[in-house]
């Protein structure tokens, strides 16, 4: 079986689920390519096949479009008729086909099994491209591009839902939104993510503060200004605590403006975005674990704090009340709602040591249980040996 899975770019290293995902398949004698929009990537995982490159300026756009162009017409004429056709059918006009087309080219020229679109927004403009090249076509689904993408766009997956497409999502409440949309449920298929659990492994901790972390995109759809707010009214308590945020991105000024004027600079630390090894060392010294976001299709890191046995409070958005089971292997408190979040951190606070012990150990066993990478692995050969 071979396999052509397409995403922005090459897996980086917190892009575990992909990486995973490759890795697994390949073991069990699966041919792995990779279709990446950087036009100058490479990887050690699998074969990498580079998008034109159609940015730029206007001699670099024309002489990329042209040369795509031209190995369409010229190397998979047959392929490239049957794709104008089923472009032609869907009503897209002439100029747009021939943008698709070239845009497209790359991956018209190979023969796969599957072609697996790794997020639903890499599937727009290329509805057609599987049938062209006679591939099944599976897409999966991830938060952003199924719960905040089509707020801006509507209907943006329309077409989308007209193919016949195997649907990979990490939730019921994906699985739920679907059934909604139309599609059949034999069509949509949850595989949650999965972790190394020897890798994160529960270490007994010693700390006279109380340390708390999160991990997290620095973007507003993660909730960390709820957060800090929440750790404000935690400070006001006479509360002693340290939080720690991993991670990177556009909102980190606002937020760190946000730690100063609420009086937390002497209780926060933005550490950056961070290797596996390093995010291990944190975790091994963390208490407590918040993922107070307004969105979140799952969470990996949450599924790694409660296999290091920490105590996870998480917000009620989508994946999170699957991913953590409310007062049995940590607590899930309503999104947006700081003083919810600091009566719950309290709460978890005054839980008397058996009690904890019993949270901890629920959580570790369950992530054992139902998210390791061999149950996932089994999940994602049967996800490709059912006929679409």
Not at 111 to 129: P, Y
Not at 195 to 212: A, V, W
Not at 290 to 306: D, K, R, T
Request: charged share 25%; with cysteine; proline share 3%.
């Amino acid at each position: 079986m071979k396999i052509g899975l397409v995403l922005p770019s090459v897996p980086g290293y917190s892009e575990t689920f992909f990486r995973n995902k490759i890795r697994g398949l390949q073991q069990n004698g699966v041919e792995m390519i990779l279709f990446v929009n950087n036009p100058t990537e490479t990887s050690s995982l699998c074969q990498v096949y580079n998008a034109p490159k159609l940015n730029g300026n206007a001699i670099s756009r024309f002489y990329h479009s042209a040369t795509s162009l031209f190995k369409a017409v010229v190397f998979h004429p047959k392929r490239s008729v049957k794709f104008y056709q089923l472009e032609r059918k869907d009503n897209r006009s002439f100029i747009q086909i021939v943008k698709n087309l070239i845009a497209n080219e790359f991956i018209l020229s190979k023969k796969l099994d599957w072609l697996h679109f790794g997020f639903g927004t890499m599937a727009l403009g290329r509805e057609n491209v599987a049938k062209a090249i006679g591939a099944q076509m599976a897409v999966s689904y991830r938060g952003f591009d199924y719960y905040v993408y089509p707020q801006k766009n509507k209907e943006c997956y329309k077409l989308l839902y007209s193919k016949n497409v195997k649907y990979h999502v990490l939730s019921e409440g994906m699985k739920k939104g679907l059934l909604q949309s139309g599609i059949l449920e034999h069509k949509i298929i949850k595989i949650t993510p999965a972790i190394d659990l020897q890798f994160f492994k529960s270490q007994p901790k010693e700390n006279n503060t109380i340390q708390i972390s999160t991990i997290a995109r620095l973007h507003w759809i993660k909730g960390l200004e709820y957060t800090l707010e929440a750790l404000a009214l935690l400070r006001n308590e006479n509360i002693h605590f340290h939080y720690t945020i991993i991670g990177d991105g556009v909102e980190q000024e606002r937020l760190q403006f946000a730690v100063y004027q609420l009086g937390l600079s002497d209780c926060v630390t933005f550490v950056g975005k961070l290797p596996p090894e390093d995010v291990k060392k944190h975790l091994q010294q963390t208490d407590m674990y918040l993922q107070y976001s307004i969105q979140e299709g799952f969470c990996n890191a949450v599924l790694e704090a409660q296999s290091m046995g920490l105590l996870c409070v998480v917000s009620d958005a989508e994946g999170l009340s699957e991913n953590v089971l409310n007062n049995q292997t940590g607590w899930v408190v309503e999104k947006r709602n700081p003083k919810l979040l600091v009566a719950k951190i309290l709460e978890v606070i005054d839980l008397d040591d058996n009690e904890k012990v019993k949270i901890r150990q629920q959580a570790v066993e369950r992530v054992q249980r139902e998210f390791n990478l061999e149950k996932q692995q089994q999940e994602l050969i049967h996800f490709y040996e059912e006929n679409n």
